[in-house]
């Protein structure tokens, strides 16, 4: 039986990411987004909804969402849905809930507004590494007059 895990989110962050550290050393941090959802019902009233999910991001992805991402930030997320449980301490109920862990994550806007240090020539910038396509340069040549073209 064939299956497929993948799940592609745009939305806001509703707070900055938290950095944590794993016994191992390794770098987590949690991005608690918001997307936002709207659409005419049957009887042609506008409708908005909000869904609330929380996005596990790992490694260096989770040391650098950390340091350019804040409340409010939009992230294009790329990852698969993952189902965490536990026992509640307090009511030792079996307790679980959905999340997304990342495999990419795109920024979506410029520097953070508490004038963390980013390089403002490439505002899309990706926690996956993806450089920004180069800055816009004059042509080394005047493009042709549309008389000169041959067809």
Known sequence: MAS?????LI????QDP??????SGTAV??????LNESFQN???ERVERTVFLDVDVWDRQAETCQQYLSKGSPVFIEGRLQMDTWDDKETGQKRSRLK?????VQFLSGPRRDGAVRDT???AASAAGASAPPAYEEPLSKPADDEEIPF
């Not at 497929?4 to 592609?8: A, E, H, I, P, S």
């Not at 939305?11 to 509703?14: K, S, Y």
């Not at 938290?18 to 016994?23: N, S, V």
């Not at 941090?29 to 918001?34: D, I, N, P, Y």
Request: a positive charge.
């Open 4 to 8: 497929l895990n993948k799940v592609l």
């Open 11 to 14: 939305g806001n962050l509703t």
């Open 18 to 23: 938290e950095l944590r550290r794993i016994p």
């Open 29 to 34: 941090s949690t991005l608690r987004m918001a």
């Open 42 to 44: 049957k009887s042609g």
């Open 100 to 104: 997304v862990r990342a495999e990419r």
């Open 121 to 123: 020539a490439a505002p």
